[in-house]
């Protein structure tokens, strides 16, 4: 089993409000990636990140923003949730070294009403 | 067009079939290439890695065919808990470093 956890798993929050989903990992990889999945759809790459102190966009446009402090925490936050907002989103993790093999946290399923 | 490309599916077939899913990327420059399974409403794991020489892994068997840029995944004698959506991924360098690209995912169910 990957030791990357998020938190939390299911979420149903009001329009305006700010959230934080967070992603931990303990295996000490460098990369780490948000991924947005709606049901029956592909994943979109939302943000990744190289390491510490690094953070990156991905393909698909988001309102959300992302912080790499330390290098098993990768939180991420939309200052102003939306409907538009409802999805699940994954959290990833893979070693810098060899093949990108990604790991995957059990996600968190957002709505927002 | 998509990096990578999958016919959704659904594939409904009986146990013991032998069922083939394709998958077309676009970035030539592509480096790594993997199969992954996602179960309904969980998060996707890794079923196998894909080697230009091809491999295999039990019922298992991946292919790549880098000058036509497809992947390939064949299941042979399909059992009921192969139902599941796989998902192909495709891995590109960016800025000295592997990021993967999932394919929407190719649904398989497999019935008695």
């Known amino acids: 089993e990957a030791d990357i956890y998020q938190t939390p798993r299911y979420l149903v929050i009001g329009t305006g409000k700010k959230i934080t989903l967070e992603c931990s990992q303990t295996m000490g990889h460098d990369k780490m990636y948000w991924y947005q999945q709606d049901p029956g759809m592909e994943l979109h790459l939302i943000h990744y990140s190289y390491g510490v102190n690094s953070t990156e966009k991905g393909d698909l446009s988001s309102e959300s923003t992302v912080s790499r402090i330390r290098t098993e925490h990768f939180p991420l936050t939309l200052e102003s949730a939306r409907p538009s907002h409802t999805s699940q989103y994954l959290c990833?993790?893979?070693?810098?070294?060899?093949?990108?093999?990604?790991?995957f946290g059990q996600g968190t399923r957002l709505t927002v009403v | 067009r998509k990096e990578v490309e999958q016919d959704p599916g659904p594939f409904n077939v009986p146990e013991g079939a032998t069922v083939a899913f394709n998958c077309t990327y676009s970035?030539?420059?592509?480096?790594?290439f993997f199969w992954y399974r996602q179960d309904c409403r969980k998060e996707p794991k890794l079923l196998m890695s894909v080697y230009s020489s091809g491999n295999e892994d039990g019922r298992f068997t991946a292919q790549l065919n880098r000058a036509s840029q497809y992947i390939s995944l064949l299941i042979r004698d399909s059992k009921l808990s192969d139902s599941a959506t796989y998902l192909c991924?495709?891995?590109?360098?960016?800025?000295?470093?592997?990021?993967?690209?999932f394919g929407r995912g190719t649904s398989l169910i497999v019935h008695p």
């Open positions: 970035n030539s420059a592509s480096q790594s």
């Open positions: 991924v495709v891995a590109q360098v960016s800025g000295g470093s592997y990021i993967p690209t």
């Open positions: 990833a993790s893979s070693d810098n070294r060899g093949p990108p093999e990604a790991f």
